[in-house]
T-cell receptor
Framework: DQQVKQNSPSLSVQEGRISILNCDYT??????FLWYKKYPAEGPTFLIS?????DKNEDGRFTVFLNKSAKHLSLHIVPSQPGDSAVYFC????????????FGTGTRLTVIP | DGGITQSPKYLFRKEGQNVTLSCEQN?????MYWYRQDPGQGLRLIYY???????QKGDIAEGYSVSREKKESFPLTVTSAQKNPTAFYLC????????????FGDGTRLSIL
């Protein structure tokens, strides 16, 4: 049962425009959400996170929005750059229990120069 | 530089053999994790350890074993009981406490000959 879902396997965006990656979750016990970026044959790199007590967190060109009522979060990248081309994973952690993460299946972002 | 080192990067195994994947971290993190990634899927948790000499099964622990004798090291053994071992294996670590992201190594790709 996939508790974290990324329904768009791929996304293409022109350089300089906004990239919006979406993620939905089903477990109301999740309280901490993260986005990771992954290049082929490398491990995921942590990008940005958000606690469930917030609805927005910003770090440079990256902003994560959380809509708890809709169980939805999104990652905005503005402006998009060719180096942003990678697979982006959304992940979530439960409020109780261990710190292990539940991952979505990823969205491949291609930024076209 | 602090980080997580996984070795080897590529590993081949004959059917019926056990094989051990190495994971070492010098981040002074208490918690360590093993994930498996298959094509088109998100990361799935195999085992995790929150402190030395203690570890817990994740979602897909069958056919795997781990040990945590030192804080820095969390080796994963893929046993002959694992029916479909070909995958990309990722090790991660994190500090204890709330809202601490996991940091990943660059992975080991295991293939069956």
């Amino acid at each position: 049962d996939q508790q974290v879902k990324q329904n768009s396997p791929s996304l293409s965006v022109q350089e300089g425009r906004i990239s919006i990656l979406n993620c939905d979750y089903t477990n109301s016990m999740f309280d901490y959400f993260l986005w990771y970026k992954k290049y082929p044959a490398e491990g995921p790199t942590f990008l940005i996170s958000i606690s469930s007590i917030k609805d927005k967190n910003e770090d440079g060109r990256f902003t994560v929005f959380l809509n708890k009522s809709a169980k939805h979060l999104s990652l905005h990248i503005v402006p998009s750059q060719p180096g942003d081309s990678a697979v982006y994973f959304c992940a979530a952690r439960r409020r109780t229990g261990a710190n292990n993460l539940f991952f979505g299946t990823g969205t491949r972002l291609t930024v076209i120069p | 530089d602090g980080g997580i080192t996984q070795s080897p990067k590529y590993l081949f195994r004959k059917e019926g053999q056990n094989v051990t994947l190495s994971c070492e971290q010098n981040l002074n993190h208490d918690a360590m994790y093993w994930y498996r990634q298959d094509p088109g899927q998100g990361l799935r948790l195999i085992y995790y350890s929150q402190i030395v000499n203690d570890f817990q099964k994740g979602d897909i622990a069958e056919g795997y074993s781990v040990s945590r004798e030192k804080k820095e090291s969390f080796p994963l053994t893929v046993t002959s009981a694992q029916k479909n071992p070909t995958a990309f294996y990722l090790c991660a670590s994190s500090s204890q406490g709330s809202n601490q992201p996991q940091h990943f190594g660059d992975g080991t790709r295991l293939s069956i000959l």
